[in-house]
């Protein structure tokens, strides 16, 4: 390359940059760079962010859970690896004080404890915990407030677990690892580990489960666990990290960060659109100065050279441009949402960095090519002859090129083929759609549009005139607008689910053990004091025991497991809780068989039970087998009559068995129950349960507000991509009109020159970019219905469902918006007079 | 300077093949300047495309400055007209994103000529434009475009130059004014001039004038022909050459 041709290439570049020349093209790569960045930036922040705030929920960033103590060289091995380490025994045991007695979940926590996460203490029951660092000094302990309920206990008091005594000196209001089971928990008591031995409760035999904990870098944790793996043994051991957290809060999270992931890739085909039809716009107005350089005696080589050379310039400069705005915009998100969001901006990820830099040199790469290549085959006979156009011209080229660009990037940027290809399918649907679509509107445009000339004729003319130009912007609208519906609509129908699991008056307390007796006054003492409750369920806690009369245990061995046999089934492992009824819990659905309708007993002679789907699958129970409970000394034959599925993120009490009421006549239940009361009123839990003091009460404020807390801060992430992904759907929309501006600029100056009034003109435009943003809305509404439908059903495993709203929303948005942005454009052209617009296209 | 030998030029249509220009053969001197007057449409700008290596012949030879530039590959017709060559169009032609002395030193850029700027400087004076050379095209008006034109298509000191209607879109006054100047500078640089157009008036001007009509081609210079014009523009002097 010759110093002149770099030359003249930086010069080109200098003015056109200096008179907007470039403008478009280069905005098209500031959008896809600036956008992809502060999208993946932002969403790499968070998604760090809430996975350290889900690592809470284990209290670390991984566990090993043991069923007997771990060699102690695995530990030091963690420390090798450069990992932190803590562990706790937990273990059942009886806590006494004085002639009362309560079984416990006793939790011996060692120094380090927790390493995520933190423990709450109060100095009353029932009162707001605030965070610790610190653990029991030896000899005391910590107990959750329905033990000081249960025992009659306050602090200062003593407990004996085993054989040592305790003095109770904190209510132990939260731990980490507590879980989101509500009933699954005895009362916590939290000791130090150094005690556990003078308790003497541990011993050959004893159900104690051990847990170690580790935090460090991904690499570590991982390098240690490739380590540690061949050495498990899965009967003893397992090997817990935050993404196998199947609580509501991890499912959340994993919806978001696809939700995320989806918005990023969208947001680069929104780019890759933005810089396909600005260069496309680029190349056709460089078609006189090539061909003006060619008749000057430049060398092809020459031409393209100076060519490359200004992309290259444009390219570096957009990524330049773009990086620092994304970067800031995303700087300003997240000034904006600190307070609600908690996302780290100590963190440099050069990850999306990369990212974006890669996606605005291949969109601009891929994507001006084809362009690039018209222009270099440009004849210089343009000269003479200034209808003469690029003598290059294949649409499947193009479309393959670009087809094929789209589809990498996207398949290289998530590292999905499954979300790649549900996105880049609908995408080609929905142009071979449009194309059927166009050439069927040009087809009745020829009936609509005859008559006297006015400006629906005009407009009429114009598309069926430029039928095959119309299609592709046809297309490239109705793609942004579908892009940006399924963007929208998945947020809509992602928070919407979130906001239904936890809805304002969701119960923040559960009553459990009422006594028959005790339930007519507990009715009447809650109506009393203004508190509402709905439901009370009647519980027997049975032991599952037989399928089809075969014994169910609860462990499986190793050997047979690899032989492919089992001796006896799976099983619970623990007690249930049965409940009956002849009604069906509202947040239930029956997925397979009948729910009980008559009083009456099956055909086999038995009575019915209905099982919770997830566990019938785990434990492989079918319709129509035989399940055998025991409950205290007495059988209960029942068979499988329906199977639901129970939405446990609801916070509602919910039952793996529910047994036909028939069936269980005879038993002496206790009640559970759930109410909500408001936090105003939490001073007066106390008084309210004084009268019921053998009642438990489970307080789960903290965990609903936990989960809400996370759905917030997810839902605003989401709020802002949305912003984000719309406001590059705009410009991209901006830009297209602008394009296809220019294409009409020599109609409007004939039409100007032939004496046609500024209202036919503007009139005429306005109906062809309402028309063509109708037709393009209608279209984005029928791919973006099809493109959601995969999407929720495959990818984010929520319910699919039809969003007719959007096929009436997207044509009326898009010739809204079409055809304002179409009169600007016009506005703009009409206000030169004729003789500039006439020397504009010179 | 220019030969050709039975050139034709012939397109295909859809009512089939159409024959825009006959078998045509005539020669320009060094030095000379000839004019082909024709009615819209008789082919004339088909044949300057021809010559001046724009377009490809169906058949025929043509040899510019003794090279056979029928028998060239597109490369090698730039190659040529880069170094021998220069062009004034009706609709100026100047690319509308460089400044009007950045237009004219582009063939020298393009030819790879160290002085090019300086050139540029120089012409652009003569061409009585020294005070706009930063300005842009469109903020000149017609007449000092085509002088920029006129500027750009003598910078490389071309041995023959093309000019097709040089004044086809300017006023009377400008057009007098680009006509003074495209002959001075002509005469002073002793360039081979192709004019097509099909104003009589400025045909008179040249040395010889060829009709063309339906693609045919006869010569139809008086006798003993003098070129009207041949006063200097005051701006230019002689300084050209």
């Known amino acids: ?180 089971s509500v009933f699954g928990g005895d009362p916590k008591v939290l000791i130090a580990e150094a005690d556990l031995a003078e308790t003497n409760i541990i011993g050959p035999g004893s159900r104690a489960s051990f847990s170690y904990f580790f935090t460090g870098s991904e690499a570590d944790l991982n390098n240690y666990y490739d380590w540690l793996l061949p050495q498990l043994d899965n009967e003893l051991q397992s090997w817990v990290s935050v993404s196998d957290d199947d609580s509501a809060i991890g499912r959340s999270i994993a919806k978001a960060e696809q939700y995320f992931l989806l918005a990023s890739l969208l947001a680069i085909v929104l780019a890759a659109v933005s810089i396909a039809v600005a260069a496309q716009r680029y190349s056709q107005r460089h078609y006189d100065p090539v061909a003006i350089m060619k008749t000057l005696g430049a060398s092809k080589s ?285 947040e239930n659905t029956i997925v397979a068989g009948q729910w009980f309708d008559t009083n009456d007993p099956l055909a086999s002679g038995l009575y019915g039970v209905s099982v919770e789907a997830r566990i019938a699958e785990r434990l492989n129970i079918q319709l129509g087998d035989k399940l055998t409970f025991n409950v205290g000394s007495e059988i209960i034959n029942t068979e499988v009559s329906s199977l639901r599925e129970v939405d446990w993120q609801t916070m509602q009490p919910n039952f793996f068995f529910v047994i036909q009421p028939q069936a269980m006549q005879g038993y002496l239940p206790t009640y559970l129950s759930s109410f909500y009361l408001d936090k105003s009123r939490k001073a007066e839990i106390t008084e309210l349960m004084k009268p019921f003091a053998s009642v438990t009460l489970f307080d789960v404020d903290a965990r609903i507000e936990q989960l809400r807390d996370i759905v917030k801060q997810v839902s605003l992430a989401v709020e802002f991509i949305l912003v984000l992904v719309l406001a590059a759907g705009a410009l991209v929309l901006i830009a297209q009109v602008q394009a296809s501006m220019d294409e009409r600029q020599q109609e409007l100056a004939i039409l100007r020159t032939l004496g046609a009034k500024g209202r036919l003109i503007r009139a005429s435009v306005l109906f062809e970019f309402i028309i063509i943003g109708s037709v393009a809305g209608l279209m984005a509404a029928f791919a973006n219905e099809i493109s959601l439908f995969f999407l929720q059903s495959q990818v984010f495993e929520m319910q699919a469902a039809l969003h007719w709203q959007y096929w009436f929303i997207a044509p009326v948005a898009g010739a809204l918006v079409v055809g304002i942005l179409g009169m600007i454009g016009c506005w703009r052209l009409l206000r030169l007079n004729t003789s500039h617009l006439l020397r504009q296209m010179v | ?166 004044t086809g879109n300017l006023d009377a006054a400008n057009s007098d004014k680009v006509e003074r100047l495209l002959f001075d500078l002509n005469r002073d640089s002793h360039t081979t001039l192709v004019l097509v157009t099909h104003d009589s008036e400025l045909a008179k001007h040249c040395e010889r004038q060829l009709l063309m009509t339906a693609g045919e081609l006869s010569d139809i210079t008086p006798s003993n022909k003098t070129p009207d014009i041949n006063v200097p523009v005051p701006t230019i002097q002689s300084q050209v050459g």
């Open chain 1, 302 to 586: 020459m031409v393209q050279q100076v060519y490359l050379l200004q992309i290259t310039f444009i390219t570096l400069l957009g990524i330049a441009i773009g990086t620092v705005l994304g970067f800031v915009i995303q700087q300003v998100v997240v000034w904006a949402l600190a307070g609600s969001v908690d996302v780290s901006l100590d963190v440099w990820f050069w990850r999306p960095l990369l990212i974006a830099i890669f996606t605005g040199a291949i969109c601009a790469v891929l994507f001006s090519l084809y362009p690039l290549l018209k222009l270099f085959s440009v004849s210089p006979l343009r000269v003479l002859r200034r209808d003469l156009g690029a003598s290059l011209s294949s649409r499947f080229i193009q479309f393959f090129a670009s087809g094929g660009a789209i589809f990498s990037l996207m398949w290289a940027y998530s590292g999905n083929l499954g979300l790649s290809a549900i996105l880049f399918g609908s995408g080609i649907l929905l142009v071979i759609s449009l194309l059927l679509v166009t050439f069927g509107l040009i087809w009745l445009g020829r009936k609509l549009g005859q008559g006297k000339m006015g400006a629906w004729q005009l407009a009429w003319a114009r598309i069926r005139r430029r039928a095959m130009d119309n299609a592709i912007q046809l297309i490239s609208f109705a793609v942004t607008i579908m892009l940006l519906l399924i963007v929208l609509v998945m947020r809509n129908d992602m928070i919407a689910q979130w906001q239904n699991q936890l809805p304002q008056g969701t119960p923040n307390y559960f009553l459990v053990n009422i006594t028959q007796q005790q339930l007519p006054d507990l009715k009447t003492h809650f109506a009393e004091e203004n508190v509402d409750i709905e439901h009370f369920y009647p519980v027997v806690r049975g032991r599952f025991v037989a399928i089809n009369d075969e014994k169910v245990s609860t462990a499986v061995s190793k050997e047979d497991e690899e032989a492919g046999q089992r001796q006896g089934r799976e099983g619970l492992g623990r007690e249930a809780n049965l409940t009956w009824s002849n009604t069906l819990q509202h």
């Open chain 1, 1 to 180: 390359m010759t110093k002149q041709t770099f030359n003249l290439a930086w010069r080109l570049f200098k003015h056109e940059a200096k008179r907007g020349e470039l403008t478009i093209i280069l905005l098209a790569i500031i959008l896809s760079v600036s956008s992809v960045l502060s999208l993946s930036l932002f969403s790499e922040r968070l998604q760090s962010a809430l996975t350290a705030k889900s690592a809470e929920f284990i209290a670390a960033d991984r566990v090993l859970n043991s069923r007997k103590p771990v060699d102690v060289s695995w530990i030091t091995k963690a420390q090798e690896f450069g990992l932190n380490t803590a562990h706790q025994v937990y273990t059942r045991s009886m806590a006494f004080s004085g002639d009362n007695m309560m079984l416990v979940d006793l939790r011996a926590a060692a120094e380090g404890y927790p390493l995520k996460g933190a423990v709450k203490v109060a100095d009353q029951p029932f009162a707001p915990g605030q965070a610790t660092s610190a653990l029991p000094q030896a000899g005391h302990a910590w107990i959750e407030s329905r033990l000081f309920q249960n025992l009659g206990l306050a602090i200062g008091q003593y407990i004996d677990v085993g054989d040592k005594t305790f003095v109770v000196s904190k209510v132990l209001s939260e731990v980490p690892d507590a879980g989101f």
């Open chain 2, 1 to 166: 300077m220019i030969k050709t030998s039975a050139i034709t030029k012939t397109v295909n249509t859809t009512q089939g093949e159409l024959s825009i220009l006959k078998p045509i053969s005539f020669e320009v001197k060094a030095g000379e300047s000839i004019a082909i007057v024709g009615a819209s449409g008789s082919g004339k700008s088909t044949l300057l495309s021809l010559l001046a290596g724009l377009d490809e012949v169906s058949s025929g030879e043509i040899y510019l400055d003794g090279q056979s530039l029928h028998s060239m590959n597109e490369e090698q017709r730039a190659q040529l007209r880069g170094a021998k060559v220069g062009f004034i169009f009706q609709s100026f032609m100047l690319v509308q994103s460089l400044t009007a002395l950045e237009n004219i030193i582009l063939p020298a850029e393009i030819a790879g000529l160290a002085d090019a700027k300086q050139r540029g400087q120089d012409i652009l004076e003569k061409v009585g434009l020294g005070h706009r050379g930063d300005h842009y095209p469109n903020q000149l008006s017609g007449g000092e475009q085509q002088r920029v034109a006129i500027a750009r298509a003598f910078i490389t000191k071309p041995k023959i130059l093309f000019a097709d209607e040089p």
